[in-house]
Nanobody
Framework: QVQLVEHGGGLVQAGGSLRLSCVAS????????MGWFRQAPGKEREFVAQ????????DYADSVKGRFTISRDNAKNTVYLQMNSLKPEDTAVYYC????????????????WGQGTQVTVSS
């Protein structure tokens, strides 16, 4: 079974940066659409970003455009989320995701999930 393991969460001040990584195993990473979702306490789980298998096309939620960058290294079975200019409203558990189709922005459309990593942004 596919496993996704996130790394890099932590506490950062507003305006700071953080880089998340996710290592995949048990599947064909190079053919999967990879992405990130997040969920804040009391909030619905929401889409953050996704990237095509080739890494040539990226898609972002409006709330993170211009601040976050998703990338991948297929040789390392790893997807990254570089988060810059962080805001308190970015505080959430961030989940790495894998899917077989492009454009999946709803949680029910995702095939596999990591267990999540906490990102906390203080004022």
């Amino acid at each position: 079974q596919v496993q996704l393991v996130e790394h890099g969460g932590g506490l950062v001040q507003a305006g700071g940066s953080l880089r998340l990584s996710c290592v995949a195993s048990g599947g064909s990473f190079s053919t999967a659409v990879m992405g990130w979702f997040r969920q804040a306490p009391g909030k619905e789980r929401e889409f953050v970003a996704q990237i095509t298998p080739s890494g040539l096309t990226r898609d972002y939620a409006d709330s993170v455009k211009g601040r976050f960058t998703i990338s991948r290294d297929n040789a390392k079975n790893t997807v990254y989320l570089q988060m810059n200019s962080l805001k308190p409203e970015d505080t959430a558990v961030y989940y790495c995701t894998s899917s077989s189709k492009w454009g999946q922005r709803k949680p029910d459309e995702i095939d596999y999930w990591g267990q999540g990593t906490q990102v906390t942004v203080s004022s």
